[in-house]
């Protein structure tokens, strides 16, 4: 956007400058002034970039080592923050003429802004545009309007935001300038906005997104007769598109909230399509906490989502018009996301029952009951590290979309925790082999033996005394077998099935990898047959998907290798805490079966929502918002406000408490291992990372 100021005003100083002396900098021979001139680039580099104290630093390190040099005393002025803002404030406040008053309001506008003084930021930065042409201002629109939004200056900013919409001319760049735009509109104070909308072009790309802004927050704030009508005005000018569906959800929300029905309750489901069958159990457990066949005060209206975004969407609208006062579901990620989004554009509360992550993030309408993938793993490893005493972690998951948010949850957890991951391997979906995944992890691969001198020493002298082909390969097989795994981790993290865990649980005991710490018999047995005493063990960790009888099924033949591990989930049908435990036998009396995590969780919204309007009798939407966002103490319900914590005992999945002493035994500190032993580092970078 602009040339940097300090080489103006340092060129003007030292044009004259003597370029006698030599100094040597990095092997390079130069004169001592070409040296503080390369130094000098540099701390103004840092400076244009806003590395203030980086800048600082290298003015400083200028005037210790040239202090002979033309440059030593511009920099001894600039390496102070207040003496450069003072010299930028001179020239600003200097001639208006001046040809360096623009560049220097902008680098002062950038110091105020980087301090804090956003309202001297915002007029250092309206000196700075003063100066400019049209053509300037055109070319530098993004640039300028990023300059105003880090000085405060919202207004400006999305004026200048405006400009750079406009002036765009491919999709990606219109995409990403409009994705800008809307920002700044989120960020302008109503009576801004309303003066961005009256000034701005109707044909101008710009106006429909802010008129849509403007809308909403007239809507929000019970301005119907303003909100209908600059609606009406957006779909005159589009009538496709983003913009477009959100003018419509704005007049729907009018059309609809004066048709509200204080005991109706929207319930959006995919009744049709792949996600049938859970439609039908979360119906089994919705008709114990309410009546679906409207016998009651509280009546119900339910609707197809298809299990897509556009059926979700639709049957938001749909219960809208109905006069529902809040929503139920849907359940799927996308429709999740979907219908979400609808409910915060129209206005109607929305309680989903979708696992999306950051789906509540869409606005203040939408609530969830469900718990995500990510939270139970960011809850695991805080765990093992916290009572575990785990510091050092292994990672084997699936290439898979969940595979790599859970990993990306857990890794993050394990990285702020101060923790560390030693061994990490993914593997393709429907994969039932692991042992060349395991192996690497622990060092015992073809390519890891080869990289150990004992064990090449050892190979060589089988291959030199044996001649036979079969006997070779069965001593080498042999050899292979006594090399001792590379155990440098603490606990291992499988984020998989249970279907999944029963293969790869046993592949890692058949690497002598010690997962079952808190069986002092198998313990012993262990160290028995394989003659050691110094038997390093590791703790499993799972996640709500290992909350499944088969994992611990004797007949499956993989319990006995999942022993002692440890996992949490949002439900535990076995749990003894008083809630869940009626909410089962209620549940297994009406239906004849144990209920699930879905069943589990779709009754406690309906319960929520259900006392409310019970208790509270809100009349609008917003005060069911109101309600559900002020709820004072959780909820106790199936679920609860806690994660539900279980650990493997003997072929059995049992609850424990987090808060007490752990049911497995804290892992014992290790030091790291040797170079020349170890594994080498994961060759496959995190998920996401």
């Not at 004169?31 to 806003?50: E, I, Y």
């Not at 779909?235 to 005991?263: D, F, H, R, Y």
């Not at 047995?525 to 394989?530: E, G, H, L, N, P």
């Not at 804290?666 to 594994?679: K, Y």
């Amino acid at each position: 956007m602009h040339r940097p100021l300090l080489a103006l005003v340092a060129s003007v100083a030292l044009a004259s400058c003597a370029q006698s002396r030599k100094v040597v900098v990095d092997g390079q021979e130069m004169t001592l002034d070409d040296a503080a001139s390369r130094a000098f680039s540099a701390a103004q580099g840092a400076f244009d970039a806003g590395r203030f104290e980086e800048a600082a630093r290298g003015f400083a390190s200028l005037v210790e080592q040239y202090p002979d040099s033309a440059y030593a005393d511009q920099a001894a002025k600039l390496g102070k923050l207040d003496e450069a803002q003072k010299a930028f404030k001179d020239i600003v406040e200097g001639p208006k003429d001046s040809r360096f008053r623009k560049q220097a309001a902008l680098e002062l506008a950038q110091i105020q802004a980087q301090q804090g003084k956003k309202e001297e930021a915002a007029q250092s930065m309206r000196t700075a545009v003063e100066q400019m042409s049209e053509a300037e201002k055109r070319e530098s629109a993004q640039k300028i309007a990023e300059a105003y939004s880090s000085a405060g200056a919202e207004g400006e900013a999305a004026a200048f935001a405006a400009r750079a919409l406009e002036a765009a001319t491919t999709p990606e760049d219109r995409a990403a300038r409009l994705a800008d735009y809307e920002r700044a509109l989120q960020a302008m104070p109503g009576p801004g906005l309303a003066r961005l909308v009256a000034d701005l072009d109707r044909k101008s790309p710009a106006w429909p997104p802010a008129a849509l802004t403007l809308a909403r927050i007239q809507l929000h704030a019970g301005d119907r007769s303003h909100a209908d009508d600059l609606a009406r005005q957006i779909l005159s000018e589009v009538n496709t598109g983003p913009v477009a569906e959100g003018a419509q959800s704005v007049q729907l929300a009018i059309s609809s909230s004066a048709n509200v029905k204080p005991t109706l309750i929207g319930i959006a489901l995919p009744l049709t399509g792949d996600f049938k069958a859970f439609s039908d159990q979360i119906l089994n457990a919705l008709a114990l906490a309410i009546d679906l066949q409207n016998r009651s005060g509280v009546q119900v209206s339910v609707k197809d989502t298809r299990g897509e975004p556009d059926g979700a969407a639709q049957a938001v609208d749909d219960l809208a018009k109905d006069g529902a006062i809040v929503i139920l579901g849907p359940i799927g990620l996308t429709e999740g996301s979907a219908a979400a989004v609808r409910a915060q554009q129209i206005g109607i509360p929305i309680v989903s029952l979708s696992a999306t992550e950051g789906i509540t993030q869409i606005g203040e309408y939408v609530f969830r009951d469900m718990l995500t993938k990510s939270a139970g793993a960011r809850a695991v490893a805080q765990y093992a590290q916290k009572k575990l005493n785990a510091h050092s972690f292994g990672i084997i998951a699936p290439d898979s979309s969940y595979g790599d948010e859970v990993t990306r949850a857990f890794w993050d957890a394990i990285d702020e925790g101060g923790a560390e991951v030693r061994a990490y391997e993914h593997y393709p979906q429907r994969t039932t082999t692991f042992k060349p995944y395991v192996s690497r992890m622990v060092g015992r691969s073809q390519q890891d033996l080869d990289e150990r001198k004992e064990f090449m020493e050892e190979s060589q002298k089988i291959i030199e005394s044996i001649q036979d082909p079969y006997r070779r390969r069965k001593e080498i097989a042999r050899l292979k077998s006594q090399s001792a795994p590379v155990v440098d981790f603490d606990a291992l993290f499988i984020p998989d099935s249970a279907r999944t865990v029963r293969l790869i649980a046993p592949a890692v005991a058949a690497e002598d990898v010690v997962t079952s710490g808190c069986d002092q018999r198998e313990l012993e047995i262990f160290k028995k047959t394989t003659k050691r005493e110094d038997v390093h063990t590791v703790q499993l960790l799972g996640t709500s998907l290992w909350n499944n009888p088969e994992l611990v099924d004797e007949r499956m033949g993989a319990a006995r290798y999942v022993q002692c591990a440890v996992f949490a989930d949002g439900f535990f049908a076995d749990s003894q805490r008083p809630a869940t435990r009626k909410f089962v036998d209620d549940f297994d009396g009406a239906y004849h079966r144990r209920p699930g995590f879905l069943e589990a969780h779709a009754w406690d919204a309906a319960m929520i929502v259900r006392r409310i309007l019970d208790g509270e009798r809100p009349q609008t939407r917003e005060a069911m918002r109101n309600a559900l966002a002020s709820m004072k103490k959780p909820f106790e319900g199936a679920t609860g406000d806690k994660l539900f914590w279980l650990w493997i005992n003997r072929g059995t999945i049992q609850e424990f408490d987090p808060e007490g002493t752990p049911p497995v035994p804290a892992a014992v500190p290790q030091p790291p291992p040797a170079p020349a032993t170890s594994p080498a580092a994961p060759a496959q970078p995190q998920p996401g990372k």
